[in-house]
Structure formats: C-alpha cells, structure tokens
C-alpha cells in the first residue's frame, strides 16, 4: 500500500485546489465494492487530519462492513483509531468510536474504549456516558443496562441529561418494560430536567403498537400537558393504535386533520393506514391510501409493498399484484422472493402464463439475486 499512501499525500498536498479532496475521498470509498480494500483504503485514509472528523465517513464505513457481517474489519479500522493524538484523548472522538462499536453489535470493544480513556488524560462527562448506554441499548445487552447506568453515576459523578434518561427509555421500552420506562418521565423532572419530544414518542411507539392503547392517550394527554408539541412521528404511533384497535374512522378522520396542524402525512403515515386495511382484508381501501402515497410523491417500501401485494393474491386480484411487481423492479426494491413467486403461482393458476413468465424475466433483467422466481414445472 505504500504507493496508494504516495497517492493520499499528493491528493492532500493540493488540498483546496478545485474539488474538496475530502469529498473525493467520500466518493472513493463509497464506489469501492471490495470489502477488504475498503478497510485497507480506510486505514491509510485516516491518517489525513481532516478525515478524521467526518463522522458521516466513519459511519457509513462501519454500516457497510456491519451489514456484511464484516466484525473483525470494524475491530480492525476502529483499533487503528487509537494511534491519532491527540484525537483519542479528546472525548468526542473516543465517544463516536464508543457508538460505532455499540451500532456493531461489539458491546465489549465500547465498553473497553470507555474504560480506556483514564489512560490517555480523555475526560469522561455525560457526552460518553451516554454514548457507552447507546452502545449498550444498540447492543441489545439490556440485562446490563440499569446496572451500568447506576454504576456510571455514582463510579463517574456524572448529572445525567435528559439524552441519558431517553437512552435509558428506549432499552427498557426495547426490553418489553414498560411501565419502568413510563416511570423515568418522573425521574427525568425529580432531577429539575424536562421530558423532551424524543421522550413522549419513544414511549407512545411502544404503548399503541403493542395494545396498550389507554395507557398510550394517557401519554399523549401527559404529553401536551407538559407543553411539548406532537410531531407528525407522534401521531404516526397513534395512527397505528388506532388502527389497532379497529379505530378506522378516526384514523381516516385524524389523517385527515394533520394539515391543521402543519403536518403533512409521510410513508409511515400511509403505511399504517394501508397494513391495517390489509389486515382487515379491506383491499379497495388498501389501493385508496396506496394510490395517496404515490400521489404525495413518497416511495413506498419492502413493508408495505408486502402488505398490498399478499393482500392482492389474498383476495385474487392479480392485475394489481402485477402493477405493483413492476413497481418493485422499477423501484428496484428489496423484497422477499417468496411474495414475488406467490403472484407468479397466482397467475399461472390464472393461465396468465405469459405474465408470469414477465415477472420472472423482469426480476432476472433485473439483476435481483435473490429473487429466485421459477415457473412451475408442466407437471
């Protein structure tokens, strides 16, 4: 790599001529497809001071190699980070590696930087603090969570903010505790802090979603009380307990007030909508709110387009399931194989064998590896 090295010294030494060599560097990795020569390429990359404080780069790297199931490379690009000071001894920077390690799944390794930032003269206030809890929520190591929380406060001194009792919401609301996650909106005021919007909808997500209707409009109303004001995220989650509950006409009806409060519904708005009908098997509603989302400009996703496309074959209609195939091309989404070759069963039951035979060509021209979409045999 000694030449590529040469390479990052001479695009630096040019630095500000015409395109930002930060951006050239972006773009670099972004198109590199080699996994191994991406970690390699990083490595050499962060010996560049200012790349070092593009957390957008380090992110996405790690995402990359996160998805790919790539761990020994994160540990790999993440390790050499600590050779840079004065960087790793400012808190910021031993912070975001605390996150990417936690975002991994390597719980462990942010625990051992945390535990390692005495040693190298690096404060350790709330901002770390709470990035070593999101490591460990992100981690999912939830039985740890209220331990090290209480270990963190009293070993460190630290005033947790309203970000560490918002972290400590969302593990606890991820570990199905839920009224223990209710009760730190009274912990966060005992401590002369407010409960901020980030609060109020972590807890309504989970409330409406998994039935607990009530105790989610007792949220709510907790919500406004304290002045803080729902955003289109907020009533997203009501959405989907009303759709929960069966509450269709409210629904429609608090859809259709959103603009009232200068909100516009999104994807997830039409989304809940449009899974709910499904789950009613009220397909005509299903195409209404699907036809809405389209109109508004936004794209719809692998979730939805799973819900309108077994609720097409559900109910037999096969010119839709159709269109929306295309729709899945065209967009080139990432949906399940098996929901592709249910509509090419349905329309080969249908002797629409010459569409079916679309589909299945349309995913190969497609270059979908994973859709395996296969006639049935003439047997």
Known sequence: MASFSRVIRRTFSTAEASVSPIRTISDDLYKERNLKRLVEKFKQYSDVTRFRTKTGIYESTVHRLASAKRYKWIEEILEHQKQ????????????????????????????????????RNCKQSV??????????????????????????????????????????????????????????????????????LVTFNTILGVFYSNGKFDDGEKMWKLMVSKNVVPDIRSYNAKL???MNENKVSEAAKLVGELGSFELKPDV???????????????????????????????APNKVIFASVISSACEKGDFDWALELCKEVFKRKCNVDAKLLQRVVDGLVSSSRIREAKEVVDLGKSNDYHLYKLNLPSDD
């Open 84 to 119: 840079y000071r004065p960087d790793i001894s400012k808190e910021s920077f031993a912070a975001r590696l605390v996150s990417l390690y936690g975002k991994s799944g390597l719980f462990e390794n942010a625990q051992k930087v945390f535990d390692e930032m005495p040693e």
């Open 240 to 242: 989907v307990g009303l």
């Open 268 to 298: 997830f708005t039409y989304g809940a909508l449009i899974r709910g009908f499904c789950k009613m098997s009220n397909l005509e509603e299903a195409k209404k709110w699907y036809e809405e989302l389209v109109k508004s400009g936004s």
């Open 127 to 196: 901002k770390s603090v709470n990035a070593l809890l999101g490591a460990c929520v992100n981690s999912q190591k939830y039985d740890k969570l209220e331990g090290l929380f209480e270990e963190l406060l009293e070993k460190l001194k630290v005033k947790p903010d309203v970000v560490t009792y918002n972290i400590m919401i969302k593990g606890l609301c991820d570990k199905g505790e839920l009224d223990k996650a209710a009760a730190f909106v009274d912990e966060i005021e005992k401590n002369g802090l407010k409960p901020d």
